[in-house]
């Protein structure tokens, strides 16, 4: 392949023809090898449930029109997407247990060193360094608490920290048949009511509840018992559970992840930072953070500051140690900290074909085994790290939260020790690199804005700004890298939308410079939105944080639903994934949809061979949840009919 038709990003063009020269094997080349890919697969008319299969449906309408079983190209589908929501739920909420597991450790950790006689009011504060986690944002614990309707009067902050935790973990595994605690704490009532009511809506009174999740788990595990063989068969209750199983990634998994690591690693503030593979430094020892829980990439951070490793390295030869971020742990310690991010997911590979990265360390989520391939050309080391990640090939360093600081320095050595074995006449880093400003946590606008939305729903509402959008997701190598993220994000600037976004849609906007204030000034960037962007020093558009910050763009919409005593569907809102690649991008779409945002995808998920559930999800849902699926590959059609369903939503509102 030509280096300009994978991506439009100089540095992924630049490593990629190095790659291809060095005789590298990279994404591009291993999904040229897979085509033609499978019809059945991509329509989603392939069945594997069961051991009478594998079955699949003609898609052209003759035989076989069932599988074994007896179940049609609607039931194989439907079944097949909700597999893939469960899967992208179940990623998004075990990463958000982690974290409130992780709380709930450092919390019981405080209470027994208490015991021991060790600093009491530290230990209560939980502000204490002999903790492997602390609380740093003590406001936001409260906060959350409030909302919670736990008790923070006159009690120390290790026993709020440990209630909200339980609360948290509660939620994973409750039994009972109400909704979970996090959505009832955070949801307005008019969107409530819609959930409450979709199972009546859509024929189904026997949804007692509508698509009010019981229990992050129990959704995920009903997910996998409905399409077992011989279980559920109407797309229209599978698809139901569907949204119910997104909604507790949504106002439960996900949502604990963000508040939880807000509270363990605070909350993040405007701060500016770089991003693209140009922050790597030819005389550092470079290390990538790649995965997705802050849990373990906070570690690295501290641990790369010790000034013993620091000596180390330079004892090696290095000026020092360079960390930098990839994928959305990488977004995490850039919106906390301003750690630069060297790139978004189709860039995991390129890092390393720069030659000067000694280590890269991985978690979990979105990391392709292939960067131990990749890795083997090089002296990289690839360092995996959780107990249900493991990369043939790789070291594991395991880690512990009980000894994080401890393995953490050990991660880190491990890299300073590599820096050796870099070969100088190898090293090729991208001099391209970008400045942006992120870390617009809904409380640092809130702060921005004078403590209110206010300017923004004025704006809105005189129509100064059409709108907002929310862009989100991952590159996918059938689509030329970040072309679908950039053309959309101008195309719904051009017509005054403002956006706010993340993964990696924020990670290729910030590398084009869309973070920049001064990127209201161009010509992608319509008048309406310049002049707000100008007047509030904000930029057009809006970094807010990891896909499990998709939450924080929940969280905003709630505000302003409220403001305007509506429910979340009746604003003028819309979502788009531009780029979707994994389940978990599958599970965000469902549940933007599910609370009330309609949701364009530009990658075809593989539910075009059951044109029910086609139906269902791009017309019916409209009637059930007030929102539903716009797929649309090309950029430009696909802003032109964001943009229509925006103005659509406003004529409703009367502005
Ligand atoms: O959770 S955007 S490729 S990195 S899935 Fe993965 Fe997609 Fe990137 Fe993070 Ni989100």
């Given amino acids: 392949k030509n280096y300009k038709e994978v991506s439009i990003d100089p540095t992924t063009q630049q490593m990629y023809e190095r790659a291809q020269e060095m005789g590298i094997e990279t ?69 958000g247990r982690h974290v409130a597991l992780t709380l709930l450790i450092a919390a019981e950790m405080a209470e027994k060193f208490k015991k021991e006689g060790k600093p009491v009011l530290e230990l209560d504060n939980m502000a204490s360094n002999t903790l492997p986690y602390q609380v740093r944002d003590v406001e936001k614990l409260k906060a959350v608490a409030k909302r919670l309707g736990i008790e923070t009067e006159g009690r120390t902050i290790r026993e709020i920290a440990k209630e909200v935790a339980e609360v948290a973990l509660n939620d994973f595994g409750k039994q009972d048949e109400e909704a979970i605690a996090f959505l009832k704490a955070y949801l307005n009532p008019k969107t409530y009511e819609v959930f409450e009511k979709a199972g009546e809506k859509a024929g189904m009174p026997w949804f007692e509840n509508g698509i009010l999740p019981r229990s992050i788990d129990r959704e995920i595990v009903e997910s996998l018992h409905r399409t077992h063989i011989g279980t559920d068969h109407d797309p229209v209750s599978i698809l139901l559970h569907g949204l119910k199983t997104s909604l507790g990634d949504a106002w439960g998994g996900s949502l604990i992840a963000t508040e939880l690591q807000d509270i363990l690693f605070g909350t993040p503030q405007v701060i500016k930072a770089e991003a693209n593979l140009g922050v790597l430094k030819e005389d550092y020892v470079n290390i990538v953070v790649h995965g997705h829980e802050p849990v373990l990439s906070e570690k690295i951070v501290e641990a ?156 809105i509402i005189e129509g100064k700004i059409k709108g907002v959008a929310g862009l989100v997701g991952c590159n996918n190598p059938k689509v030329k890298q970040d072309h679908n993220h950039i053309k959309i994000a101008n195309e719904l600037m051009k017509r005054d939308v403002l956006l706010v976004g993340t993964g990696c849609w924020a990670t290729a906007a910030m590398k084009y410079g869309i973070f920049l204030p001064e990127y209201a000034d161009t010509e992608n960037v319509g008048p309406g939105l310049r002049e707000f962007a100008k007047e509030w020093g904000i930029p057009p558009a809006l970094n807010m944080g990891s896909c499990v910050d998709c939450t924080r763009i929940l969280v905003l919409a709630d505000m302003v639903a409220r403001d305007l005593n509506v429910p979340i569907h009746a604003l003028p809102v819309v979502g788009s994934a531009p780029e979707a690649m994994t389940e978990k991008a599958v599970s965000i779409g469902t549940y933007f949809v599910a609370s009330g945002i309609t ?16 139906k269902i999800l791009t017309h019916d849902l409209y009637d059930i949840v007030g929102a539903a699926f716009i797929v649309e590959p090309d950029p430009y059609k696909a802003a032109k009919k964001m943009y229509d369903h925006i103005m659509k939503k406003r004529k409703e509102l009367g502005i």
């Avoid at 499978?38 to 989603?44: A, I």
């Avoid at 991985?362 to 392709?368: A, L, P, R, S, Y």
């Avoid at 364009?600 to 044109?611: A, E, M």
Wanted: net charge neutral.
């Fill in 599 to 614: 949701t364009h995808l530009g990658v075809v998920p593989p539910v075009l061979g059951g044109p029910k559930v086609v």
């Fill in 304 to 459: 790369a500051q010790d000034p013993e490793l620091i000596e180390l390295a330079q004892k090696y030869g290095a000026k020092g140690i360079n960390v930098v971020g990839m994928c959305c742990t990488g977004l995490e310690v850039l919106m906390r900290h301003g750690i630069p991010i060297a790139g978004n997911f189709l860039q995991q590979e390129m890092a390393i074909v720069t030659g000067a990265v000694e280590a890269m360390v991985v978690d979990v989520q979105c990391i392709m085994p292939a960067t131990v391939d990749v890795a083997r050309c090089f002296h990289t080391k690839i360092i995996d790290t959780s107990p249900i990640a493991t990369f043939p090939g790789a070291i594991h360093i395991k880690f512990d939260e009980r000894r994080a600081d401890e393995i953490a320095k050990e991660i880190v050595k491990t890299a300073v020790e590599n820096f050796p074995n870099r070969s100088k006449q190898r090293v090729e880093i991208p001099k391209e690199k970008m400045e942006g400003y992120v870390g617009f946590s809904v409380e640092a606008i809130l702060k921005h804005f004078g403590g209110t939305l206010k300017p923004i729903e004025d704006a």
């Fill in 27 to 95: 994404v591009w080349e291993r999904l040229e090898k897979q085509q033609p890919q499978c019809g059945y697969g991509l329509l989603g008319i392939c069945c594997r449930n069961c051991m009478m299969g594998p079955c699949r449906i003609n898609p052209f309408g003759g035989e076989p029109k069932r599988g074994v079983c007896g179940a049609d190209a609607d039931t194989i589908v439907a079944r097949n997407l909700l597999r893939m929501i469960a899967a992208g739920a179940a990623a998004h909420s075990d990463h």
